[in-house]
């Protein structure tokens, strides 16, 4: 038993460093003093402090910022009416919504991409911000739907019915009983889109126009040019932000109210 068990940890090590191996390296090199990543000339944080004087990508992160932020919200108010509106058809057309919310996860994210972008040109839309929010809200509905949904599931329909026995209205209840019941899966829900929003690129990549650089997009025109730390830099923020937004997101799903 033993041994079997160190057999397991120590696979598991070399799985955990085989994943996480290659995200130090980039934090480590983005500490790089020299302008060629691969060799190493000392620690500098003057990679970090070039991110804040280039204009060009102080704007992709407000174009970042902006998509993940109005997509979020869209995302979350119709997926959280849905899931809602959900848990009051039949045990049959709910599954059969199911099953529709899940393929979007479950197709390539680039045919995703291609699609939303056929779209959008058959309808004339010019491809811009616009074109990406609406895309990253379609792709965050069924997160955010199935999330809120899964924290629906554990709810005491006993709690509703109380309130309404007692002379609740149906808002009355909602506003006061399941809302607060449902808020920590609503902030997961909220962390994750925007985390999504966020690091998109192939969506992003397809609905994009002038002027509608993001920060992945961004990170793939200067890889084009030459990994510099500065890149690295940029990974690493991202990365940071990425584990905090999830990180939280799972401290409030697993949080008793």
């Known amino acids: 038993m033993r041994r079997g068990s160190t057999g397991l940890t120590l696979v598991s090590g070399l799985a955990m460093l085989f994943l996480y191996g290659p995200i130090l390296v980039l934090v480590l090199y983005s500490f790089n003093a020299a302008h060629l990543s691969m060799a190493w000339r000392g620690t500098t944080l003057k990679w970090y402090a070039a991110l804040w004087h280039d204009e060009a990508l ?8 902006l998509i993940a932020v109005i997509s979020t919200i869209g995302a979350t108010l119709l997926g959280g009416l849905m899931a809602l509106g959900m848990e009051r058809m039949p ?18 994210e680039v045919m995703m ?3 939303l972008m056929l779209l959008f040109v058959m309808v004339k839309m010019p491809l811009g911000l616009t074109t990406v929010m609406l895309g990253h809200i379609v792709f965050n509905i069924p997160l955010v739907t199935i999330m809120i949904r899964a924290r629906l599931r554990k709810l005491d329909p006993a709690l509703r019915e109380a309130a309404a026995d007692l002379g609740a209205d149906s808002w009355q209840v909602f506003r006061h009983v399941t809302l607060p019941l449902l808020r920590p899966a609503i902030w997961g829900a909220v962390l994750v889109a925007f985390t999504v929003s966020l690091d998109d690129f192939l969506v992003t990549f397809f609905t ?3 002027g509608a650089t993001t ?5 793939y025109s200067m ?3 030459g990994v510099t730390p500065e890149i690295n830099a940029l990974s690493a923020l991202l ?7 999830v990180a939280v997101s799972l401290h409030l799903q697993r949080r008793e109210v």
């Open 58 to 65: 102080l704007a992709a992160t407000v174009n970042s910022l």
């Open 91 to 108: 045990l049959r057309r709910q599954q059969l919504i199911e099953g529709g919310l899940v393929l979007p996860l479950v197709i390539p």
């Open 113 to 115: 991409g291609v699609a």
């Open 208 to 210: 994009a126009g002038p």
């Open 215 to 219: 920060l992945p997009l961004k990170v």
């Open 223 to 225: 890889i084009k040019s």
């Open 239 to 245: 990365l940071v932000i990425s584990m905090a937004c």
